[in-house]
């Protein structure tokens, strides 16, 4: 066991060596900065601030758990990136992706071991898991690559389910909560994947009976394991219901129509896709982790063995996971909201695995290979990859000379690794050293190009130095210090999410999950993961948007770096208004004129809901909207004479001070989430949704403060909720606790 671990390490250490070479830092392109390490940078600020609830420096502020549940809060790779300095970082994150190569070997090679594999072909197997094309793919994306983790393990649980070993209904409910734990989206993938193992498992294993009346109790402790999650669930489906990327509707994604998105995929059984849309046949398709193939041997043992052994389960899984991963099934696993998405083919992966090693393992005393199949995969894969060169009818994307380099590199190497295997004859044992060698091959290449082609977020080839400085938190100074006023700041370039890592608020974000209560701001704004400086155009409507969201101090790119810049109509957080439109108005204005200066008119006027009318009319007065004169300095002007004299924000919501001549209500430029409640002077009081998804509370004349507390919406009753599996959990274990002991005394 040692041996294959020493071979995972080396392998991705000098797979990913000429990164350390050029750039002394381990980088990638696109959302590994963009996304990724910002981040791990907020997670670590917020968990070393206690139990955080609410996270300023994401967007107009967010609801941590909800937003960040998706991609670090629960992953333990993360936690140990946060026990590191931040200027290590950029070193930390690639022992942590060793680590994951490894668990992903172990987790596979432990299946793999349970299904009957010799240890030799599970430890091959465990390799060609690991270095799938799905792992390489998306190393950039932390939390795509820890599903591939567990899923063998859920499979591995179900096993032990199945045969009645002992603790396995415990470990099905701690596997299964591990699954949803680890990524609640990936466990949807994860759990059709596993019923679809299942089935098969159980109707084509020539052994129904013994294996079918199990199903409902399995199905049962799954769920166990699910709901014992519901701490984590159930503030995340609240956050996440009635929200943008939620809304995008039922049964979108069945779209039979789309031909390519079914040829890339079959591509990709033979040829990984590489990076970005730059490397898919079709121009349109984008990235979709549309990547199974296995390192060296791709899908050519599948065959074999498919062929060898038509009766088997393993075969009619292989079938049944290809038909829903070259048709629009593949749709079931994103619950039919996108027909592009192929994000659970780590499952596939190690479906391919399984029949692969299964074919190794009836042959590796054999002293050939079919010759017939040889030959015959040779075609296929020299067909597909002259296709992917080729420009065609205007359907297809002509490659660049950097991945042409690629496919055939990967071409040269899986053949003459094969033509090498075929020729020599030789054991078990050489087949695995010769899999090592070409897996290094290909995360050489798969690291090479991802780093050099395709969008990168800087002109300049040293990634690292766009990031490096700011993990220190001293390349750009504020503009103010002022401690009392909580105030935001606005990035205008290539790097949307940098207030994470400076840890100022921001409205310059780029999230995939944001705030549903933002839904109506972000449709003004035409984006459902917004950056949100660069999207209102023209330039003039920032000015507005800016002053509204109280941005303090503007940030620009330009060739000499990034500059501060003050902003000249900033407005305290919580102030007031004199008049007020309706939201069906404005809507009617949207409909009439297209887009339009939308934050200046919430600047100029509150917009309240239709229905709560009459609460803002005793106090504010009715705007004449069909004459819309910009005049931004003016309406700044009387904005701050009735704003907050301080606002201090922290992970628990926000406290303000106010003075007001007369009776009105607070705008607040805070997200209007349902886990706030309002205090005026310690008294709770009514929050109100205003300018499509905001906050305001009435607030009595004279000095006042104000008082938002946050809770995530759900947070108790899952508490609760997991509580009570917890109970259950206990209770399952000792009850396979006495039957153990019950069946050892029989047994003596």
């Known amino acids: 066991m040692k041996r294959y671990i020493i071979l995972i390490i080396i392998t991705v250490i000098v797979g990913a060596l000429p990164l350390f070479i050029q750039y002394g830092d381990y980088v990638l392109m696109d959302d590994y900065f963009r996304q990724e390490i910002p981040f791990i940078m907020e997670t670590k600020k917020m968990l070393s601030s206690g139990i955080p609830f609410w996270s300023w420096n994401t967007f107009f502020g967010d609801n941590f758990i909800g937003g960040y549940g998706f991609y670090t809060l629960t992953s333990p790779f993360v936690w140990l990136n946060c026990l590191f300095p931040n200027s290590w970082l950029l070193k930390t994150l690639f022992l942590t992706l060793i680590l994951k190569y490894i668990c992903a070997f172990l987790s596979a090679r432990l299946y793999l071991r349970k299904m009957a594999v010799t240890d030799g072909s599970s430890s091959i197997g465990g390799l060609l898991y690991a270095f799938s094309s799905y792992a390489i793919s998306n190393s950039f994306y932390f939390h795509f690559f820890e599903p591939m983790i567990v899923f063998p393990l859920l499979l591995l649980a179900i096993e032990k389910f199945l045969n009645k070993e002992a603790y396995c209904k415990i470990s099905l409910i701690l596997t299964s909560f591990l699954v949803v734990f680890i990524n609640y989206y990936f466990a949807v993938c994860s759990f059709i994947a596993a019923a679809m193992y299942v089935f098969c498992r159980v109707i084509f294993s020539g052994n129904l009976r013994h294996y079918l009346h199990r199903v409902p109790l399995g199905v049962l402790l799954i769920v166990v394991g699910i709901l014992l999650d519901s701490a984590l669930l159930m503030p995340t489906a609240m956050h996440l219901a009635g929200g943008a990327r939620a809304s995008q509707g039922i049964l979108t994604g069945l779209d039979f129509t789309a031909v390519p998105f079914f040829v890339e995929r079959l591509r990709t059984l033979f040829m990984p896709q590489v990076i970005e849309e730059k490397t898919t046949l079709y121009q349109g398709t984008g990235f979709n982790s549309c990547s199974v193939t296995l390192p060296v041997v791709g899908i050519f043992l599948v065959i074999l063995y498919c062929w060898e052994n038509k009766k088997s389960w393993i075969t009619a899984l292989v079938l049944v996971s290809l038909i829903a991963f070259l048709t629009p099934l593949n749709t079931v696993f994103s619950l039919f909201t996108n027909p592009n998405y192929t994000r659970w083919a780590y499952a596939l992966a190690l479906f391919l695995t399984l029949a692969s090693v299964k074919w190794m393992d009836a042959h590796c005393e054999e002293k050939h290979i079919s010759y017939n199949f040889f030959v015959g995969y040779c075609i296929v894969a020299l067909a597909i990859f002259a296709f992917s060169v080729l420009r065609g009818d205007g359907l297809y994307t002509k490659v660049n000379q950097w991945q042409f380099a690629f496919y055939l590199t990967v071409l040269i190497v899986s053949f003459a690794y094969l033509a090498a295997y075929i020729i020599s004859r030789k054991s078990n044992k050489s087949l695995l050293y010769g899999i090592w060698v070409c897996a290094c091959l290909q995360m050489i290449c798969f690291h090479i190009l991802r780093s050099d082609v395709g969008f990168s977020l800087v002109d300049d080839k040293d990634r690292a130095a766009l990031v490096r400085p700011y993990l220190l938190n001293n390349k750009l100074s504020r503009i103010s210090d002022d401690v009392p006023m909580l105030y935001r700041t606005a990035f205008e370039g290539r790097y949307p999410n940098l207030g994470l890592l400076l840890n100022r608020p921001s409205v310059s974000t780029f999230h995939s999950v944001l705030n549903k209560n933002l839904y109506k701001f972000t449709t003004v704004a035409d984006s ?221």
């Open 528 to 748: 459902n993961r917004v950056e949100f400086s660069n999207s209102f155009t023209p330039k003039d409507y920032r000015r507005s948007f800016y002053a509204l969201m109280s941005v303090k101090e503007i940030i620009k790119y330009n060739q000499r770096g990034y500059e501060v810049e003050a902003n000249k109509d900033y407005i305290p957080m919580g102030f007031t208004y004199d008049t007020y439109l309706t939201e069906n108005v404005v809507d009617s204005l949207l409909n009439a004129q297209g887009k339009f200066d939308v934050p200046y008119v919430m600047l100029s006027h509150l917009v309240v809901p239709k229905e709560e009318e009459t609460i803002f009319a005793k106090y504010l007065e009715k705007s004449n909207a069909k004459v819309l004169t910009n005049n931004v300095d003016s309406v700044v002007k009387e904005r701050r004479m009735a704003a907050s004299v301080s606002f201090r924000g922290d992970t628990k919501g926000f406290v303000s001070e106010i003075f007001l001549p007369e009776d009105n209500f607070v705008f607040y430029s805070v997200p209007a989430d349902n886990g706030f409640t309002a205090y005026v002077d310690g008294k709770q009081t009514l929050l109100h949704q205003v300018n499509l998804g905001l906050s305001s509370v009435f607030v009595p004349k004279g000095k006042h403060e104000v008082q938002f507390k946050f809770m995530p919406a759900g947070m108790k009753e899952g508490m609760m909720a997991s509580v009570a599996m917890l109970v259950i959990l206990l209770l399952v274990g000792w009850n396979e606790k006495i039957k153990l002991r019950k069946k050892m005394i029989d047994i003596q």
